[in-house]
């Protein structure tokens, strides 16, 4: 079984429609993270959580929002999905400050909006 | 701020043959340099990184990557590809402390038998 796992794997809706998309972790970290990928644009942080009590905004976490339910489990939510939200996401973990160590990520969730 | 910048989106190449993806960097401080690779349908994997010491830094599956700070580069290489090769390379960069990992716009590697 995979260390990050992220639910849905795919997922089509329409515009605004309210999405969630989860991400559990047996890695034991602390931090986790979402990202965003867009092709040319390569990734960018929406959100990432030092522990359950520790929510911070990223890059581009505007028409996002977060919820770190459990030290395993970081879920991103699309309030009211537009189709410029249509992307790759993807969580990671990561088990100290990301300026030494390393990012280890899901499979990605690939959301459409139409 | 920081940011990194990969000069060729799709790089072909023939099996067997060497490859370089380019990586070049912008920091005001000390950085940090790590190169991931997604393969299909996956998600990305560390393939190496750079934090300090020697310049030249061996990655999996026979990677190497040379840190040059006059260049503020940090190419990618290997001296012979395999098919299995064929994915997207993402150069990142970093600083102390740092809460976030910034990406390149990826290189997507083809190699062709």
């Known amino acids: 079984d995979a260390d990050v796992t992220q639910t849905p794997r795919n997922r089509i809706t329409k515009t605004g429609k309210r999405i969630m998309l989860e991400c559990s972790q047996t890695?034991?970290?602390?931090?986790m993270y979402w990202y965003r990928q867009d092709p040319g644009l390569g990734l960018r942080l929406i959100y990432y959580s030092f522990d359950v009590k520790d929510i911070n905004k990223g890059e581009i976490s505007d028409g996002y929002s977060v919820s770190r339910q459990a030290q395993a489990k970081f879920s991103l939510s699309l309030e009211s999905a537009i189709p410029n939200q249509t992307a790759l996401y993807f969580c990671?973990?990561?088990?100290?400050?990301?300026?030494?160590?390393?990012?280890?990520f899901g499979e990605g969730s690939r959301l459409t909006v139409l | 701020a920081q940011s990194v910048t990969q000069l060729d989106s799709q790089v072909p190449v023939f099996e067997e043959a060497p490859v370089e993806l380019r990586c070049n960097y912008s920091?005001?401080?000390?950085?940090?340099l790590f190169w991931y690779v997604q393969y299909p349908n996956q998600g990305l994997q560390l393939l190496l990184k750079?934090?300090?010491?020697?310049?030249l830094v061996k990655g999996i599956n026979g990677f190497e990557a040379e840190f040059n700070k006059s260049q503020t580069s940090f190419h990618l290489r290997k001296p012979s590809v395999h098919i299995s090769d064929t994915a997207e390379y993402f150069c990142a960069v970093s600083s102390t402390g740092a809460n976030n990992l910034f990406f390149g716009t990826g290189t997507r590697l083809t190699v062709i038998p």
């Open positions: 890695k034991g970290h602390d931090r």
């Open positions: 920091s005001s401080v000390s950085v940090y």
């Open positions: 750079y934090l300090s010491g020697s310049t």
């Open positions: 990671a973990t990561s088990e100290g400050t990301l300026g030494r160590g390393e990012l280890f």
